[in-house]
């Protein structure tokens, strides 16, 4: 991997407003993982957000006097050649689409979220296409490279590059390293000190096991009712009975599954109000920007990690490092099932811990799978397939199919009004099921 003299790494989505985090961790990193050539591409309507985000890399990058050079570019096929490592996060169609994937679902009476339901099926609709079309440069520029992926819904995508290409690939997700960081801040311990088992797949996966300088402290998270969320989900309490008979700590994102009912509500008042998710981050986007462009500012600054994926690039980062190093740690990755969980596809995307080689991850089967968990993550693994196969072939009949099985979803008339509302509202992101 890569010569001595330094990697390269390409960055797909370069302008977002996450970038510059991940720069901070290859500054950091440098002495193990030394990068030559990091290029942010992005495409022409991103370009305005490439410049400022760009300028704020290089000058980080000179701050820390580390002999990283950055390039900024619209010209993706320059930027994968040769590339060691590229990593994608993009967002097809914009905040717009996601406001759209947010608010249409909430008028009919369904969960409107970015990865989950309705909105997370159209969020991969889009991105399947372009990400496979990512992965034809890959092949041809950076057959060798690793490709690592949190564009969500980030296990859907993973599984579909994986499924329609020959590039090696590891999806990514903050939610697994937000716990580890929680269950540390509990405990007054390191993150080396804490070993939690998560059970599952992207968005919906449960904590089995906690492990604290090797004591197991589940029973106790679950006694105290004790959890951990996230920005983008808002902060409601479990049900403490709930929690203790189901014997594991749900993420955030179950919320949707199991308080459907006050998750909608919320949705639907925060609609009324300040408008969905999508909108508080646009203004939130709009404020990074404007600190972004102060040419005074050459840190990554604080007000980025309330932007709701924090630590995501330190998880990219400890990733790369691991795979470039043969470190043989263990990381919450999403990886291809295998024979992990016997009640999943082969192929399906599971997220699970794995031992990080050079070869790639290894997965660690879980010691425990509560039996009560297994439907509802098979229902929404097969909704994901179904989604997958739609995107590929722009078949209506499949995606209905999709829509109609996503256990969020009550009923075949509210499926195909979704569907057809909101296949028509991305037209201009879904050519496949508008072919003459």
Known sequence: MGEQAGLKVAVIGGGSSYTPEIVEGFI??????????????????????LDIVGNLAKRMVKEAGVPIDVHLTLERERAIEGADFVTTQMRVGLLEARKRDEHIPIMHGVIGQETTGPGGMMKALRTIPVLLDICRDIERLAPE????????????????????????????????????????????????????????????????????KGVEKLPELLDGGKTYTATNVPTLGWDAEFLRSLG?????????FYMTDVMFDEMQEALSKDGTRADVVSRVEAELFELYKDESLRVKPKQLEQ???????????????????????????????????????????????????????????????????????????????????????????????????????????VAKTLLDEMLEANRAYLPQFFKL
């Open 28 to 49: 950091k990193n440098y002495e193990q993982m030394p990068i030559r050539e990091l290029w942010l591409v992005d495409i022409e309507a991103g370009k305005h957000k």
């Open 145 to 212: 490279a690793w490709m690592l992926n949190f564009t969500n819904p980030a296990g859907i995508v993973t599984e579909a590059v994986t499924k329609h290409s020959r590039v090696r690939s590891i999806g990514l997700c903050n939610s697994p390293i937000n716990f580890k960081k929680f269950l540390a801040e509990q405990y007054g311990v390191t993150e080396a000190e804490v070993l939690p088992e998560f059970v599952g797949i992207n968005h919906l996966h449960w904590v089995t096991s906690a492990a604290v």
């Open 248 to 256: 594991a700590i749900p993420t955030y994102y179950l919320k949707y």
């Open 307 to 413: 932007r709701g994926g924090a630590y995501y690039s330190e998880a990219a980062v400890n990733l790369m490092n691991s795979l470039y190093t043969d470190k043989h740690d263990i990381q919450t990755l999403n990886v291809s099932n295998g024979n992990t969980y016997d009640f999943l596809p082969a192929d399906a995307s599971i997220e699970v811990n794995c031992v990080v080689t050079a070869q790639g991850p290894i997965p660690l089967p879980p010691r425990r799978v509560p039996e009560h968990i297994k439907g509802l993550l098979h229902a929404v693994k097969t909704y994901e397939q179904l989604t997958i196969e739609a995107a590929v072939s722009g078949d209506r009949g499949i995606a209905l199919q999709a829509m109609v099985h996503h256990p969020l979803v009550p009923s075949v008339s």
